[in-house]
DNA sequence: GTATCGATGATCT
DNA sequence: GATCATCGATACC
């Protein structure tokens, strides 16, 4: 079943929204064909949190974030795109960064995408992810409604959660607000 | 206008 | 484990 951008998932805390989210198959259709991969691993950026784009304020950059829930914020860093789902009502300015997916259906695809093999290799990381999925600026502000870009339930709720704290920032670094699923391979490491 | 700094990843040791 | 590629948004003057 495909979760719609105004899914009330959306409206829950961001916190329970990444935990959420575990487990739910995220894909994409482009003209190359059609990739997949369950979630595997995400952060919350919530409200009070000096590492959210959103903490200080609406930009040019960070305006999708304080859009309607269930749609996309992508960003660029360094050189890659990362992808985050908009949550809570429009205009509070919470997110959930996918950082890895575990690769279901496309692997071909993603390959020839992320110029490797390797399974692992291919979305396990945010940067990775967008590339594997092709994902990149165009996509900002759009919602997840399976035209393009898209979301399936989870199969079944995920039991094993592990939670620590957030990956690569240099502010907020205390707060508990990365989940993974416990023992999976394709978590992004550190 | 100019400087700084990442919610990263690949590569090398 | 360390370095750096690379670029746009943001901060600062």
Not at 31 to 58: Q, W
Not at 70 to 77: E, F, K, L, Q, S
Request: hydrophobic share 35%; glycine share 8%.
């Amino acid at each position: 079943m495909i979760i719609m951008s105004n899914d009330s998932l959306f409206l829950e805390p961001t916190r329970d929204v990444a935990r959420a989210l575990l487990g739910c198959v995220l894909f994409r259709v482009t003209e190359h064909g059609r990739v997949a991969g369950r979630i595997v691993e995400t952060e919350a950026y919530v409200d009070d949190d000096p590492a959210n784009h959103a903490s200080r304020g609406k930009t040019k950059r960070n305006a999708s974030m304080f859009g309607p829930p269930g749609h996309a914020y992508v960003y660029r860093i360094h050189q890659v795109f990362c992808l985050n789902i908009v949550t809570r009502p429009e205009g509070v300015g919470e997110a959930v960064l996918i950082r890895a997916v575990e690769p279901t259906e496309g692997l071909d695809i993603m390959a020839a995408r992320r110029k490797t093999d390797k399974p692992r290799l291919l979305a396990s990381g945010p940067g990775r992810l967008c590339q594997a999925f092709d994902i990149d600026k165009s996509l900002d502000g759009m919602p997840l409604d399976g035209d393009g870009l898209g979301l399936y339930r989870a199969d079944q709720p995920v039991t094993q959660i592990v939670t620590r704290p957030r990956v690569g920032i240099s502010r907020g670094v205390d707060k508990p607000l990365r989940f993974y699923i416990a023992d999976n391979e394709y978590i992004s490491k550190r």
